[in-house]
C-alpha cells in the first residue's frame, strides 16, 4: 500500500522560510518521478514543482526562484525548500507520486503577519 506523509507546514510570517517533507512508502520511489501540488482555499489544486527520476525539475512560474524541490532516494523522501513566502503562497500543499492517483493527506502552509 503506498503512503504518502507530509510534514514542515505552519504559520510564518511573509519573506520566511519553510521546508516541506513528503516521505513516500509501498513504492520503488527512486524509479518514480514526484511531484508537490497545494490548494488555495476556493482555488483549484495546482502543480507547483516537480522532480523527475534524473533530478530534472520543473516549476509554476509563481514560484520559480524562491522554491525547490529535491530528493533523496535513500531515505524515500521528497522535499519542497519556501523562501521569501508570500501571502499568495497559502495553501494546503500535497505531495504526489506524478502520474498516478497517489496522494498525501497535505499540509497546511499559512503566510501571515
Known amino acids: 500500500q503506498v503512503q504518502l506523509v507530509e510534514s514542515g507546514g505552519g504559520l510564518v510570517q511573509p519573506g520566511e522560510s519553510l521546508r516541506l517533507s513528503c516521505a513516500a512508502s509501498g513504492i520503488l520511489f527512486s524509479s518514480y518521478a514526484m511531484g508537490w501540488y497545494r490548494q488555495a482555499p476556493g482555488k483549484q489544486r495546482e502543480l507547483v514543482a516537480e522532480i523527475f527520476r534524473s533530478g530534472m525539475t520543473n516549476y509554476a512560474d509563481s514560484v520559480k526562484g524562491r522554491f525547490t524541490i529535491s530528493r533523496d532516494n535513500a531515505k524515500n523522501t521528497v522535499y519542497l525548500q519556501m523562501n521569501s513566502l508570500k501571502p499568495e503562497d497559502t495553501a494546503v500543499y500535497y505531495c504526489?507520486?506524478?502520474?498516478?492517483?497517489?496522494w498525501g493527506k497535505g499540509t497546511l502552509v499559512t503566510v501571515s503577519s
Open positions: 504526489n507520486v506524478r502520474f498516478t492517483s497517489h
